[in-house]
């Protein structure tokens, strides 16, 4: 079992930076890739950014805004994002996989903390 709190948003202006945490308990948090998805307002939820269990590859969908890494001694993945946009409004998801491939997508996440809500203002 793997249990995900997520911690760091809150309101920002456009254009304003944030950096998103997500603990993970257990002991086989560096085994586990990780990810970042979003829900905005009347949208499906939707992959953001990914981080593999050894570091050595990453995925993202906003290419160049934001980053996401992880602190396998911390157990926490952390997901810097920067130029904020409106659009970005979203309540944002740690997910966790067990799997070696495919973890840009929700299906295959095997845990997800309940979410931080990010509001970037105009």
């Known amino acids: 079992q793997v249990q995900l709190v997520e911690s760091g948003g809150g309101l920002v202006q456009a254009g304003g930076s944030l950096r998103l945490s997500c603990a993970a308990s257990g002991r086989t948090f560096s085994s586990y890739a990780m990810g970042w998805f979003r829900r905005a307002p009347g949208k499906e939820r939707e992959f953001v950014a990914g981080?593999?269990?050894?570091?050595?590859a990453t995925a993202y969908v906003v290419e160049g805004r934001f980053t996401i890494s992880r602190d396998n001694a911390k157990n926490t993945v952390y997901l810097q994002m920067n130029s904020l946009k409106p659009e970005d409004t979203a309540v944002y998801y740690c997910?966790?996989?067990?799997?070696?491939?495919?973890?840009?997508?929700?299906?295959?996440?095997?845990?997800w903390g309940k979410g931080t809500l990010v509001t970037v203002s105009s």
């Open positions: 997910a966790a996989s067990s799997r070696s491939s495919g973890w840009t997508k929700d299906y295959n996440m095997d845990y």
């Open positions: 981080i593999s269990w050894s570091r050595g």
